[in-house]
C-alpha cells in the first residue's frame, strides 16, 4: 500500500490519481463499485445544493453554505467511514451527511429554521452541522478519546475549512488528539478562501497539513477535486486511527465555485477567471468521464439518475413542507423541551414566563 501520509517529513507534494479529462495517472486497481456510488451521491448532492439555493432566493429557506465544487472532497473521505464512526462537519457538509444517509427532508427543515430537523435517530452518529468556526474540533477529539476509553474501534472524522486553521480551538483539538492519542482523522477542505480572505492572507505555512507536524501528527495533502485520490489517501488515515489509535490530518485542495454563504457576495473579492479555471477541474466531471470510459456509465443512465434525483429531492421538499406546517402550529414553548433531561429550575420559570407571554399575545 502506497504511503501518502507524511512524518516527520514536512515536505509535502498533493497527491492525485484521477486527471480532470477522466484518465487514470497510476495503474493500481480501484473499486470502480464504490466510484459509481460516489458520483451517485456526488451528483445528488450537487442538484440538491442547487435546488436549496432556488427556495432561498424565493425566501422559503434561511441563509446556508452551498457545497458546489467541493463534492469529492467531503463525499470522498466520507466513503472510507463505517456506518459506527462518527462524523462531525462544520456547516458545508451537505454532501457528507446524504452518503452518511441523512434524510434530506431533514436538512430542509433544519433550513427552514426548525430544530426538529436535527433531531437524531436513535444512534446516529453523524451530528448537526456547527456554525461557529473550528468549535466542533475539541468536540470531536473529545468524542475519539471517550470511545478509546470505553474499548471501542469506531474512529471520528472532524471536517473544517482552511479558516478554521486561525482558529484556537483548531490548536487545542490537534494538541489535545496527538497527546492522548485520539483516533481523529481531521480533514481540512482547503477552498482557498475564507469567506473573503485568501490562503496567502490567511497564513504564512508553505501548507496548511504541516501545522499538524507541531502537534505529532501526521498529514497529507491531496487533491480535493479527485475523489479517487482522497479515498485513497483517507484510507490510511483511517487504518492508522482505528489500527493505531493515532490521529492524523488530510489537507484536500478543492475550491468554492459558489458563495460562501448565500449571504455573501464573491464578485466583490475573486476574480470570475479564478471561478472559470476551477471549473475545469469539476470533480463530478472528473469521475463521470471515467465512468463512461469503463462502460459504467451512458447518456441513458445519466438521464435516468438525473430523473431519479429530481424525483427524490421533490418528494424531499413535499414532506418538508408538510412538516413545516404542523410545526407552525406548534407552541413557542417546545424550545425548552430539548435542553436538558430533566428541567432545571430556571428553565422551568423562563419555560412559564414565555408560556405566559404566549397566552396575553394571543388574548
Not at 497510476?26 to 456510488?37: A, C, K, P, Y
Not at 476574480?271 to 477541474?281: F, I, L, P, S, T
Not at 428541567?343 to 420559570?349: G, I, Y
Request: proline share 5%.
Amino acid at each position: 500500500m502506497t504511503a501518502y501520509l507524511s512524518w516527520p517529513d514536512p515536505k509535502f507534494e498533493p497527491h492525485e490519481a484521477l486527471a480532470p479529462d477522466g484518465t487514470l495517472l497510476e495503474d493500481d486497481e480501484i473499486d470502480i463499485g464504490t466510484l459509481e456510488q460516489i458520483y451517485k451521491t456526488m451528483l445528488c448532492a450537487r442538484r440538491f445544493d442547487e435546488r436549496l439555493l432556488k427556495l432561498q432566493r424565493q425566501g422559503a429557506l434561511g441563509t446556508f453554505a452551498p457545497i458546489k465544487g467541493q463534492e469529492a472532497a467531503q463525499i470522498g473521505a466520507a466513503a472510507c467511514l463505517r456506518e459506527d464512526d462518527w462524523l462531525v462537519p462544520s456547516f458545508r457538509e451537505t454532501g457528507a451527511a446524504l452518503w452518511r444517509g441523512a434524510d434530506m427532508a431533514d436538512l430542509l427543515v433544519t433550513l427552514a429554521g426548525w430544530n426538529a430537523g436535527n433531531d437524531l435517530p436513535e444512534g446516529a452518529r453523524t451530528l448537526p452541522d456547527t456554525v461557529p468556526v473550528a468549535s466542533q474540533l475539541p468536540i470531536a477529539a473529545g468524542i475519539a478519546h471517550a470511545g478509546r476509553l470505553r474499548g471501542e474501534d469506531a474512529i471520528v472524522m472532524a471536517c473544517f475549512g482552511d479558516g478554521a486553521t486561525s482558529e484556537g480551538d483548531f490548536h487545542e483539538a490537534l494538541n489535545f488528539a496527538g497527546v492522548l492519542e485520539a483516533p481523529v482523522v481531521f480533514l481540512c477542505q482547503n477552498n482557498g478562501w475564507a469567506i473573503s480572505t485568501p490562503r496567502a492572507r490567511q497564513t504564512a505555512s508553505q501548507t496548511l497539513a504541516q501545522k499538524a507536524h507541531a502537534y505529532g501528527i501526521p498529514a497529507a495533502q491531496v487533491d480535493g477535486n479527485d475523489a479517487l485520490a482522497v479515498m485513497q489517501v483517507t484510507q490510511e488515515a483511517v487504518a492508522l486511527a482505528r489500527d493505531k489509535g493515532q490521529p492524523a490530518m488530510i489537507e484536500a485542495l478543492t475550491y468554492r465555485m459558489e458563495v460562501h454563504t448565500t449571504a455573501d457576495d464573491p464578485t466583490r473579492y475573486r476574480d470570475e477567471g479564478e471561478v472559470e479555471e476551477w471549473q475545469d477541474r469539476d470533480p463530478i466531471e472528473r469521475v463521470r468521464k471515467l465512468l463512461v470510459a469503463r462502460s459504467q456509465l451512458d447518456d441513458a443512465m445519466q438521464e435516468a439518475l438525473e430523473e431519479e434525483i429530481r424525483d427524490r429531492i421533490d418528494a424531499a421538499w413535499k414532506e418538508a413542507k408538510d412538516r413545516i406546517s404542523r410545526l407552525e402550529e406548534t407552541p413557542g414553548t417546545a424550545m425548552f423541551d430539548h435542553i436538558f433531561a430533566e428541567p432545571t429550575a430556571p428553565l422551568r420559570r423562563q419555560r412559564k414566563e414565555f408560556s405566559d407571554q404566549e397566552e396575553a399575545a394571543n388574548d
